[in-house]
C-alpha cells in the first residue's frame, strides 16, 4: 500500500514539474537572449520540452530537454540577429500547446491527489476493522 502512495506522490511532482517548464517556456516566449550559469547571451531562449517517463520501480519522473528553435524571417535584418539568409531564430513556443499540457498536468495532479486520498480511507477502514 505505500507503493501506492509513493507513485502517487512521483506523480504529483511530475505534475508540479510539467507545469512549472511550461509556464517557464510562456515566460521566455519572446526572449531573444538567454542566460546560463548567470551570465547573458546573445541567442535566443531555448524553450524546454518535459517529458513524463515511468520508472521501474513504480511511479514516473520528468525529463526536461531544450527544444528546437524556429526560425522565421525578419523584415529589419540590421537590427535583428540574423543568419546569412536572414533568419531570426526564435524560441519554438506553441502557447496553445503550452496551456493545454498545463491543463493536462493539472488533470495528473488531481487524479495522484484523488488516489492518495482513496488510499487514506483504505486505511482508516482497514484500522477500523482491526480495533
Do not use: C, W
Not at 502517487?8 to 514539474?17: D, I, K, Q
Not at 542566460?35 to 519522473?61: M, N
Not at 540574423?82 to 488531481?110: I, M, N, R, W
Amino acid at each position: 500500500m505505500v507503493n501506492a502512495v509513493n507513485s502517487a506522490l512521483s506523480g504529483l511532482a511530475a505534475a508540479s514539474r510539467r507545469v512549472e517548464v511550461s509556464a517557464q517556456n510562456i515566460a521566455n516566449q519572446r526572449s531573444t537572449s538567454d542566460s546560463k550559469d548567470g551570465v547573458r547571451q546573445a541567442k535566443p531562449y531555448s524553450a524546454l520540452e518535459a517529458q513524463q517517463l515511468s520508472t521501474p520501480g513504480g511511479g514516473v519522473e520528468v525529463r526536461v530537454r531544450e527544444a528546437k528553435p524556429l526560425a522565421q524571417k525578419v523584415n529589419d535584418s540590421g537590427t535583428a540577429r540574423t543568419d546569412q539568409d536572414g533568419l531570426a531564430k526564435q524560441p519554438e513556443v506553441d502557447v496553445t500547446k503550452q496551456l493545454a499540457d498545463q491543463h493536462l498536468a493539472s488533470y495528473d495532479f488531481k487524479a495522484n491527489l484523488k488516489s492518495i486520498k482513496v488510499q487514506e480511507k483504505l486505511m482508516q477502514k482497514l484500522v477500523d476493522i482491526k480495533a
